[in-house]
């Protein structure tokens, strides 16, 4: 279920969404592959969203999101056998898009491993755009 964002910033609160991270998940070297990253982030948002959410705007309105946009910053490799906490927030922009923020953290770390910047907006089953749905985005 999406929260409000608070009133100060636009910004959402701040979810966490654990990951370990397993063998499949790494290259020869035994470090996460860079981008599986981006399905990590894709599991965040839709944990935020709501699964039932997203199939009831298809199904209903016929209605999707898409990325427009993601920038990833890799400052340190994580490796197989760790944990992450995934850390989102979101924020609407506009009436047609909505910007998320993901931080990958190691337990105990001072910065995250890995930042993502991505840009989400809302198409039609014809791949128009969309305006962002409002319940749950206000």
């Known amino acids: 279920m999406m929260n409000q964002p608070s009133s100060d910033?636009?910004?959402s609160q701040v979810y966490h969404f654990p990951v370990q991270?397993?063998?499949?998940?790494?290259?020869?070297?035994?470090?996460?592959?860079?981008?599986n990253y981006?399905?990590?982030?894709?599991?965040?948002?839709?944990?935020?969203i709501g699964s039932d959410?997203?199939?009831?705007?298809?199904k209903e309105k016929?209605?999707?999101?898409?990325v427009y946009k993601a920038d990833l910053?890799?400052?340190?490799?994580?490796?197989?056998?760790?944990?992450?906490?995934?850390?989102?927030?979101?924020?609407?922009?506009?009436?047609?898009?909505?910007i998320w923020r993901h931080e990958a953290w190691r337990q105990g770390a001072r910065k995250a491993a890995v930042t993502c910047d991505?840009?989400?907006?809302?198409?039609?089953?014809?791949?128009?755009l969309k305006p962002i749905p409002s319940k749950g985005f206000e």
């Open 9 to 11: 910033t636009g910004t």
């Open 21 to 35: 991270i397993y063998y499949e998940d790494t290259d020869h070297s035994g470090v996460v592959y860079h981008a």
């Open 62 to 66: 016929g209605l999707g999101y898409v």
């Open 53 to 58: 959410r997203l199939v009831a705007l298809w």
């Open 73 to 98: 910053t890799y400052s340190e490799g994580v490796e197989f056998g760790e944990s992450l906490d995934i850390r989102t927030t979101y924020r609407l922009e506009g009436e047609y898009r909505l």
């Open 118 to 128: 991505l840009q989400l907006v809302c198409v039609d089953a014809d791949k128009k």
């Open 38 to 48: 981006l399905k990590y982030f894709e599991r965040a948002r839709e944990h935020v």
